[in-house]
């Protein structure tokens, strides 16, 4: 069974312009959660999908946004990047992402430098 | 709202020795815990978790790791580290609040030398 997968891997924006990463889950899996990667604050949870609705969502300005479609992969887009973007992006899949006991399957990544 | 604290932010230690993460968290309700280990250019993979029962967790790769409520701590074991374990460790809380969004420490970068 594949994992999850995230593309791109990498990315180079320069301030101001927007980007889209996107994230297939492992198949039957249709919660899909993201999360920020940084040095200084580490992991932290932006916004999780089920079902095309976003049911949950981390403490990130509006510029942070996210999309799942009917086959469950999700995209994020950040608008009017910021240099505090550059970050490593995961995404997780579980099959329903409600439960604390559910186990979140990570993807790579997608890593943002944002100059 | 609940937090993790990871005390170590880098673990050097000899191949074949043995080593313990240390990871204590706060929450005012019922959690459950992780243990994730990030490889270089890697995402994350689930080494073990805590959901009841037991308190001593089995995981992959030989670690194991023992709740402890009384001191709120999760800490992570190996008996004999090798050099492949060296890697980013990151223990994580899941409240049982209904979603299961991870809250996650700030890791603790294992770094095993021969």
């Known amino acids: 069974k594949a994992g999850v997968t995230q593309t791109p891997r990498y990315l180079i924006k320069t301030r101001g312009q927007q980007v889209t990463l996107s994230c297939s889950p492992i198949?039957?899996?249709?919660?899909v959660s993201w999360y920020q990667q940084t040095p200084g604050q580490g992991l932290q949870f932006l916004f999780e999908y089920f079902s095309e609705t976003q049911r949950n969502k981390g403490n990130f300005p509006g510029r942070f946004s996210g999309r799942q479609f009917s086959n469950s992969r999700s995209e994020m887009n950040v608008s009017t990047l910021e240099l505090g973007d550059s970050a490593l992006y995961l995404c997780a899949s579980s099959f329903t992402g409600f439960g604390a006991q559910e186990t979140q399957y990570f993807g790579p990544g997608t890593r943002l430098l944002v100059l | 709202a609940q937090s993790v604290t990871q005390l170590d932010s880098q673990v050097p230690v000899f191949e074949e020795a043995p080593v313990e993460l240390r990871c204590n968290y706060s929450s005012s309700v019922s959690v459950y815990l992780f243990w994730y280990v990030q490889y270089p250019n890697q995402g994350l993979q689930l080494l073990l978790k805590?959901?009841?029962?037991?308190?001593l967790v089995k995981g992959i790769n030989g670690f194991e790791a023992e709740f402890n409520k009384s001191q709120t701590s999760f800490h992570l074991r190996k008996p004999s580290v090798h050099i492949s374990d060296t890697a980013e460790y990151f223990c994580a809380v899941s409240v049982d609040s209904g979603y299961s969004t991870l809250t996650f420490g700030k890791g603790t970068m294992l770094l095993v030398s021969p």
């Open positions: 198949s039957g899996h249709r919660s």
């Open positions: 805590y959901l009841s029962g037991s308190t």
